[in-house]
């Protein structure tokens, strides 16, 4: 299985703050990633997938970037409705399989 | 706009054999354009992929539960279902239906809301 290690797993930042999450995947998974957040209580919500597709409806300052190994997930404006924990999945191969999380919390 | 619900079995015993049902509302169901998903959330282990069926009734399950996993598709009801044999308290977590779209449906769009299934004798 292709197992995806985020960074960190946990940040606090200000409203407005530009926030970046790291994920690695352990082999090429070229573009194939998405991102979601989570809310207590809720179930994730998709955010981008294919790396830096967003979402419909989702707003503009969320972007990913990122190919091969290597991506990111970057907040440009930090909102109060952002602070959740955020995931990503590798849709390369099965089992597709998902991040650990990185907990927005805040400062 | 599409919504997704599953049953609620609540507590199970070990060595039984779980049974969850996801309804689905609102259109998108008969289309050949998603998969249909479950994942579960334990709070030790993170988000979890447990298989897919798509609308056709093509499945496949992740190869870690594959022996323990049975997915069916029920479209007169707009329904899909998961059986999970031989439970162990390791099972317990909250457990979610999906849709997926894209080339191979893993683009997890519309999710129910959850329930919890507790493993416990």
């Known amino acids: 299985d292709i197992q995806m290690t985020q960074s960190p797993s946990s940040l606090s930042a200000s409203v407005g703050d530009r926030v970046t999450i790291t994920c690695r995947a352990s082999?090429?998974?070229?573009?194939?990633l998405s991102w979601f957040h989570q809310k207590p209580g809720k179930a994730p919500k998709l955010l981008i997938y294919?790396?830096?597709r967003l979402q419909s409806g989702v707003p503009s300052r969320f972007s990913g970037s990122g190919s091969g190994t290597d991506f990111t997930l970057t907040i440009s404006s930090l909102q109060p409705e952002d602070f959740a924990i955020y995931y990503c999945?590798?849709?390369?191969?099965?089992?597709?399989?998902f991040g650990q999380g990185t907990k927005v919390e805040i400062k | 706009q599409v919504q997704l619900q599953e049953s609620a079995p609540g507590l199970v015993k070990p060595s039984e054999t779980l049974s969850l049902t996801c309804s689905v509302s609102?259109?998108?169901?008969?289309?050949?354009?998603?998969?249909w998903s479950w994942i579960r959330q334990h709070p030790w282990k993170g988000l979890e992929w447990l298989g897919y069926?798509?609308?056709?009734?093509?499945?496949f399950p992740n190869p870690s539960l594959e022996r323990r996993l049975t997915l069916s598709i029920d479209t007169s009801k707009n329904q899909f279902s998961l059986k999970l044999t031989s439970l162990t308290p390791a099972d317990t977590a909250v457990y979610y239906c999906?849709?997926?779209?894209?080339?191979?449906?893993?683009?997890?769009?519309?999710w129910g809301q959850g329930t919890l299934v507790t493993v416990s004798s």
């Open positions: 609102g259109g998108s169901f008969d289309s050949g354009d998603y998969h």
């Open positions: 999945q590798q849709t390369y191969s099965i089992p597709w399989t």
């Open positions: 069926i798509s609308y056709t009734g093509g499945t």
């Open positions: 999906a849709r997926g779209f894209g080339v191979v449906g893993a683009n997890f769009d519309s």
């Open positions: 294919d790396v830096s």
């Open positions: 082999q090429s998974i070229t573009g194939y």
